[in-house]
């Protein structure tokens, strides 16, 4: 080990990493220097202090006020606008001006599916995997305005190599190789409670993904704004794993966001309860941001307006567009000045004598930087409202809500009313769609698209299984 590295760590009292340093072969050796090597070490050490061993909670501003965001249909005030930001969507996807971006680091743990989530078999009668009703939407986008969509997936360290070989073995599901640009984000240690850096192995620390927010350094980095740079990409529409129902590309949200000279732009549905576990878009000290839905003060999550809805409305759905050139800006001293949040977890580790532990009660720091905290950082930030049928079931416990089988039944529904206003007749029994129904994202990405379609059947009868090849 070089000496440097040795002293540096000792002078942040983190030379605990090294107790069974000498006793590592030397593959074991280079394993976790290389690890030491990708963190900053003067970062830890200030981060060790100041959230690890200080309980420090992210201060709430004073005053907050609910957000205001663009309606979902165009209202006479709107029109003009809303008639000029999807003319503008399609022209930037004709130009190839848009990347996909999907983040899909996380570890995925609520659903317990032992592999990178985006593997998950998702659909309600093809079973498609996450990753391949992504991959159709964005190759019919792609189709439809003669433009392929280059499309960054953001991996981490234990999820890359299983995610890149689920794509090969799939033949990247029709998608062009060249046109898929994966890379890694950055990954975080755990810290014990008094702020020592744990070790995973002798030969590791223990290490989990550095959260969300760590996409926009991670662009950074892994040459991902150098790529779109070269190839003209200005915006990137990002989503998240979790939610096959998201549309990938919308050009009237995606041309708002460009005509408003917004640097950050993001999709919010109206609440299902007032304490429902999504984060919230207000104006906390003037400027746009999203608290989360456990420090938003229960007090003023409750409050409702004269007419009876919640003052505090908008709830986030983790679809944002950025702007190229602001994750520029963001990367340019260096180091993302997004805030850490603190979770207290059970991480298992390697004592001092060795031996593994399996805590039973939190043991642990885990700290992460999340993406909506870049919105206070934007010019001209905009929320858009859009539909919670139409747009969001996400995938992320085993059973109950956010399961499986809700976004199955959702994704039914979503594609029952499609066909419906379609004029298509569907069997239904307590007012569900009494038929298991998907429809191909190559054969409609929208209710409209399908509607210029040839519908291969007059009505979806009980208990069929309709799949509607694109
Ligand atoms: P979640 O907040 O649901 O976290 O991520 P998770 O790690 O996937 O799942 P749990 O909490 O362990 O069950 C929301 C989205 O953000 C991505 C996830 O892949 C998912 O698309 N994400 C999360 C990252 O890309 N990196 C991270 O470090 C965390």
């Given amino acids: 080990m070089d000496t440097a590295l040795r002293e540096k760590l000792e002078s942040i009292h983190q030379q605990n990493v090294l107790r069974f340093y000498d006793q590592l072969n030397s593959e074991s050796q280079k ?62 996807l004709r130009q190839g001006k848009i990347g996909a971006f999907l983040v899909a680091g996380g570890q995925g743990t609520r659903l317990g599916y032992d592999g990178p989530k985006g593997e998950y078999p998702v659909t309600p009668v093809k079973h498609k995997p996450l990753f391949q009703v992504f991959a159709e939407q964005l190759r019919a986008y792609g189709r439809d ?3 392929s969509i280059p499309w960054y997936i953001m991996t981490s360290t234990v999820n890359d190599a299983p995610t890149r070989a689920f794509f090969k073995k799939h033949n990247y599901f029709g998608y062009s190789p060249g046109d898929i640009f994966f890379f890694e984000q950055g990954m975080m240690p755990a810290f014990s409670m008094n702020g020592e850096m744990l070790l995973g192995a002798k030969d590791s620390l223990a290490l989990s993904p550095d959260g969300h927010g760590g996409s926009l350094s991670a662009l950074n980095r892994s040459g991902a704004l150098e790529d779109m740079r070269k190839r003209g990409v200005e915006h990137l529409s990002y989503f998240q794993v979790d939610n096959p129902l998201v549309h990938t590309i919308d050009p009237l949200f995606l041309g708002l966001h460009d005509l408003t000279g917004s640097e950050m732009s993001s999709k919010t549905i109206p609440k299902a309860t007032a304490l429902e576990k999504v984060g919230n878009f207000v104006i906390g ?14 007090q003023l999550a409750l409050q409702t307006n004269s007419d009876g809805t919640l003052r505090f409305n908008a709830g986030s759905i983790a ?23 603190r979770a207290e977890k059970k991480v298992p580790y390697i004592d001092e004598n060795g031996k593994e532990v399996k805590p039973d009660k939190p043991n642990a720091v885990k700290l992460e ?31 109950g809500v956010d399961s499986p089988a809700t976004s199955k039944r959702d994704q039914t529904r979503r594609a029952a009313r499609w066909l419906e206003s379609a004029g298509i007749e569907i069997a239904k029994k307590n007012g569900e769609p009494d038929a298991e129904i998907e429809i191909s994202p190559l054969f409609a990405t929208s209710a409209p698209q399908l509607r210029t379609r040839k519908l291969p059947m007059q009505r979806v009868g009980s208990g069929e299984k309709t799949y509607i090849e694109g």
């Avoid at 030491?36 to 907050?64: C, F, G, S, W, Y």
């Avoid at 941001?289 to 420090?295: A, G």
Wanted: glycine share 4%.
């Fill in 319 to 341: 679809i944002h567009a950025v702007r190229r050139t602001f994750v520029e800006r963001l990367n340019q001293s260096g180091r993302l000045e997004l805030p850490w949040h």
């Fill in 285 to 298: 000290d003037g400027k746009l941001q999203v608290i989360e839905y456990s420090d938003l003060p229960e």
């Fill in 145 to 147: 305005s003669g433009k």
């Fill in 31 to 92: 394993k976790l220097e290389s690890q030491l090597r990708a963190l900053d070490l003067d970062h830890i050490a200030e981060l060790a202090e100041t959230q690890v061993k200080e309980k420090a909670a992210l201060p709430l501003p004073k005053n907050i006020e609910p957000a205001k965001a663009y309606p979902r249909e165009a209202d006479a005030q709107h029109r003009g606008l809303y008639h000029d930001a999807e003319k503008r969507g399609h022209e930037l």
């Fill in 369 to 399: 930087q999340f993406v909506f905290d870049a919105i206070p950082l934007a010019k001209n930030p905009i929320v858009y409202t859009t539909d919670r049928a139409e747009e969001f079931s996400p995938v992320k416990n085993a059973e």
